[in-house]
């Protein structure tokens, strides 16, 4: 391939796009490789299920069949993800040195992130929340990373990415880089890193069909917790991939009388019970994915029901585990502590629901978002976030050392933030 860089960057998720976006502020020279397709967001049920429901390739199950999702496209699980900006858990990274304290507050200043406005949270998210204070729950709105001039009342479009520009995704940073001269390759494949005296020579990658080579002083791998474990287990790194989290959750459902809901942001409040490990918000989901969960579970008497429902996620901090297998695959089983957190998070979401009046209570199977841990700091990385190879650095939720058990998008933002000054001094 044709050009000369000063970092290669992998990946176009929230640390993938922020590194690159701050070294190309910075002037350096900037390739960006994205295995996703940088197709505009239509907010579509068939785009939705092609960059987050294809078997093997962003879906993936587990042999308890559990379904772990992901976005493989521009932007990566941003696109599907509900911009909520949760704090970092400082402690965990001051343990290992690493304090993300100003790069948070300087991304609280540059983005849009607050709670949402009272005309934006819907009605079933409303009715959750007043329910949920009522039993004296300490159910709140979360801040989320929202143009909420942009936002519409009584839409669906947030799983399926926002096609009106309203939530953040990582693609504004991706834009912000190639207006600074970053080049980005979309429907590209990093296939292995080529090593040489002990640092990365040259990145190995095909695209339409054709194999490519290129090569940089820098190297960030940012492809996300299960896409770089296969990109340095071919480069020679094995010690990755094993011991991880992915945030499972089981969305419990009432239906209520009513309601007239089934559009509006989801996530909109909720409460995170840090002592219990699990953390419960509003879920409305689009009617076709509702379909598809209440399916799964021979819920076929609620399909029809899906505009008077009242949904609460409980998702839970795991516990470390498992392994990423040679092909691709997870395999991961949840442990007695996992079904017990799930299982008293359900139950306060139960309790919620019977206070709001809902009938014909159900919850859905096992799913998992946010795998991480898959390349520790500590252990894979130091706590510049550099490799054994002093060129090539990781900036994806796979470093995140240890489960959290919360949306890490914030997070991922700081630490990339913290290391494009590090690689700029």
């Not at 176009?12 to 922020?18: E, H, I, K, V």
């Not at 579509?44 to 294809?54: D, E, I, N, W």
């Not at 540059?110 to 409303?126: F, K, M, S, V, W």
């Not at 071919?234 to 094993?242: D, E, I, L």
Request: charged share 25%.
């Amino acid at each position: 391939m044709q050009g000369k860089f000063d970092a290669i960057v992998i990946g176009s998720g929230p640390g993938g796009a922020t590194v690159a976006r701050e070294l190309s502020r910075r002037e350096a020279r900037v390739l960006i490789l994205e295995r996703g397709s940088s197709v505009e967001i239509r907010g579509t049920m068939l785009q939705s299920m092609a960059m987050g429901l294809v078997p093997g390739r962003n879906l993936l199950v587990t042999e308890e069949l559990l379904m772990l999702i992901r976005a493989t496209i521009l932007g990566g699980s941003s696109i599907m993800a509900y911009a909520t900006a949760f704090e970092p858990p400082y402690a965990m990274f001051e343990r290992h040195g690493i304090d993300l304290k100003r790069d948070v507050e300087d991304t609280k200043r540059e983005l849009p992130i607050a709670p949402l406005a009272d005309e934006l949270i819907g009605p079933a998210a409303r009715r959750i929340m007043q329910n949920a204070k009522d039993l004296g729950y300490a159910w709140a709105k979360l801040p989320k990373i929202v143009n909420q001039e942009k936002c519409l009342p009584d839409c669906d479009k947030c799983t399926m990415g926002c096609p009106h520009g309203a939530k953040w995704n990582a693609r504004v940073y991706i834009a912000e880089a190639c207006a600074q001269g970053a080049t980005l390759l979309t429907d590209a494949t990093v296939t292995r890193l080529g090593i040489r005296d002990g640092r990365v020579d040259c990145v190995d990658f095909s695209k339409d069909g054709a194999k490519h080579r290129v090569s940089a002083p820098l190297v960030i791998l940012s492809a996300g917790g299960i896409g770089t474990p296969p990109i340095l287990r071919a480069s020679g790194v094995t010690n990755v991939g094993n011991d991880f989290f992915f945030d499972p959750l089981v969305i419990v459902n009432g239906t209520v009388d009513n309601l007239h809901g089934g559009k509006e942001f989801p996530m909109a409040a909720g409460m995170y019970d840090a002592a219990e490990g699990y953390l419960l918000t509003d879920l409305t989901w689009p009617r076709w994915l509702y379909t598809v969960f209440t399916t799964e579970v021979f819920r076929f008497d609620r399909i029809a029901s899906h505009s008077n429902t009242l949904s609460i996620m409980v998702k839970i901090k795991d516990d470390l585990g498992g392994r990423l297998t040679a092909r691709g695959g997870v395999s991961k089983r949840l442990t007695e502590k996992d079904r017990t957190r799930l299982a008293r998070g359900a139950d306060v979401a139960r309790k919620i629901l019977k206070q709001a009046g809902a009938q014909h209570v159900f919850q859905t199977w096992y799913t998992a978002v946010h795998p991480g841990g898959t390349a520790k700091i500590g252990d894979v990385v130091d706590s510049n976030l550099r490799s054994r190879l002093e060129n090539l650095y990781v900036c994806d939720c796979s470093v995140i050392p240890e489960s959290w058990g919360l949306p890490p998008t914030l997070t991922i933002i700081a630490l990339a933030r913290r290391l494009a000054r590090h690689l700029a001094q």
